[in-house]
C-alpha cells in the first residue's frame, strides 16, 4: 500500500502561519493528484485543497486567499502554506494522494491555532 507521511503540524496563535508536507511513496506516473483534507473534533472530514498532475488547484471557500497547496519537483509531494490561521483551522489534516481510481491517506497530523 502507498504510504504517504505528513509533517509540519503544531500549535499557533491565530494569525500565524504553517507549512504542512507529505511525501508519498510511489511512483510519480501514478499520482493523478495529492491534497489535504481536515477534520475536527466531532465533525465530518472536509476537504481543504487539492492540486492535480496538471496543477489545478481547488480550495475549501474557508481557506481561500489563506492557504496554498502546491507540488514538489518530485510530484509525490505536496505542501500546504497556511497563512493567517484561524481557530476554526484547528484540525488533524490528512495528506492524500490520488492514484488510478484509489485514495491513499497519511495518518495525519495535528494543528491547532489559539485564539
Known amino acids: 500500500q502507498v504510504q504517504l507521511v505528513e509533517s509540519g503540524g503544531g500549535l499557533v496563535e491565530a494569525g500565524g502561519s504553517l507549512r504542512l508536507s507529505c511525501a508519498a511513496s510511489?511512483?510519480?506516473?501514478?499520482?493523478?493528484?495529492m491534497g489535504w483534507y481536515r477534520q475536527a473534533p466531532g465533525k465530518q472530514r472536509e476537504l481543504v485543497a487539492t492540486?492535480?498532475?496538471?496543477?489545478?488547484?481547488n480550495y475549501a471557500d474557508s481557506v481561500k486567499g489563506r492557504f496554498t497547496i502546491s507540488r514538489g519537483n518530485a510530484k509525490n509531494t505536496v505542501y500546504l502554506q497556511m497563512n493567517s490561521l484561524k481557530p476554526e483551522d484547528t484540525a488533524v489534516y490528512y495528506c492524500?494522494?490520488?492514484?488510478?481510481?484509489?485514495?491513499?491517506w497519511g495518518q495525519g497530523t495535528q494543528v491547532t491555532v489559539s485564539s
Open positions: 510511489a511512483r510519480t506516473f501514478s499520482i493523478n493528484a
Open positions: 492524500y494522494a490520488l492514484l488510478v481510481g484509489t485514495d491513499y
Open positions: 492540486i492535480t498532475s496538471g496543477g489545478s488547484t
